[in-house]
């Protein structure tokens, strides 16, 4: 396997989840009951991933496509779509700090909805030369004050992963994966509380979801509900829905969100529009999709 593809797989790493049998399943969402076209967003010879809607009809998502003045295989950066025609371009990250660093990786980005601060998953690509070794961190970027400070939120502790950032504006949590002590094993889903701007209160781990291998990718939808990727030992790499408020069983989303591929980073834009990344068939990249209900 490739180092490009190693890094990929420390990104989106999941696992077997493994649940009571006495407690019902999430009920799915009627959003699922519709029938859905879904084809690439991405090119399908290089690895995109990490999407997150930041507002205003734009995803942003990390990617090692080629750019302008970027070589193909180049390191994982920063890029924006207009989900209307479906272009996208690297984003502008001069002042962005070590997003800005050609040494750095990036694997994953939030934005708040106003847009006063950025959580980005970074990593330091000349630390290791076998990057499925290389930790991420997470690092704080704030915008309020019209030009960025860049900071490492205080939750996060020197020597394990952080990635797959995920802002809730409605509950001002910020949810993530990392392998810090206190989850189940491997890469857990935790959730930290923004009490006021830039002040972050105590980490709290998802044990309801999480379990002794790896869990990764967190989204909330409009309804409360988490989205998030874990290891299954009949398809790979599939998506489960769980609802906070019924406290049910994890639950496998359905067709097309899932497939006989590695599916993960599933998130909803509308009420006919949610997106989802999923590896190649040969597994030698990892291509977004969308899925628009008609």
């Known amino acids: 396997m490739s180092l490009r593809i190693c890094f990929t797989y420390l990104i989106f790493c999941f696992s077997s ?30 690895n995109s991933l990490g999407a997150n809607y930041v507002g205003d009809g734009r995803l ?20 924006s779509m207009d989900l209307i025609d479906q272009k996208s371009k690297r984003v502008n990250t001069k002042n962005l700090c070590q997003v800005n660093d ?5 694997a994953g980005v ?14 330091d690509a000349s ?11 997470l690092l704080h970027i704030d915008l309020s004050h019209g030009f960025s400070q860049c900071a490492t939120p205080p939750f996060v502790k020197i020597g394990y ?21 206190g989850g189940k094993g ?14 972050w209160g105590e980490v709290e781990s998802l044990d309801a979801i999480n379990t002794p291998n790896n869990d990764v990718y967190p989204f909330i939808s409009n309804e409360g509900n988490i989205y998030y990727s874990t290891l299954t030992s009949k398809s790979g790499y599939d998506v489960f829905i769980y609802d906070f408020g019924k406290k049910s069983l994890p639950t496998r989303l359905p067709a097309p969100v899932n497939s006989r591929v590695d599916d993960f980073n599933f998130l909803m834009i509308s ?13 030698d990249y990892t291509i977004m999709y969308r899925m628009l209900a008609f």
């Open 127 to 137: 630390m290791n030369d076998f990057l499925a070794e290389t930790r991420i961190t």
């Open 161 to 181: 992963t952080y990635t797959n950032p995920f802002y809730h504006d409605a509950t001002e949590y910020l949810y993530f994966s990392s392998n810090m002590p």
């Open 271 to 283: 009420s006919k529009d949610a997106i989802v990344s999923r590896s190649s068939a040969n597994s």
């Open 60 to 79: 942003m998502y990390v990617s090692d496509r080629p750019g302008l003045t970027a070589p193909r295989g180049s390191k994982f950066r920063l890029w």
């Open 186 to 199: 491997g890469l857990d889903i935790y959730r930290v509380k923004k009490i006021v701007p830039n002040t």
């Open 102 to 106: 050609i040494k750095y990786n990036v």
């Open 17 to 46: 989840a493994l649940f009571g049998q006495k407690m019902q399943k999430t009920e799915v969402p009627k959003f699922f009951e519709q029938s859905f076209n879904v084809s690439h967003i991405t090119p399908t010879l290089s």
């Open 110 to 123: 939030c934005v708040d909805d106003s847009n006063t601060f950025m959580m980005v998953a970074v990593n």
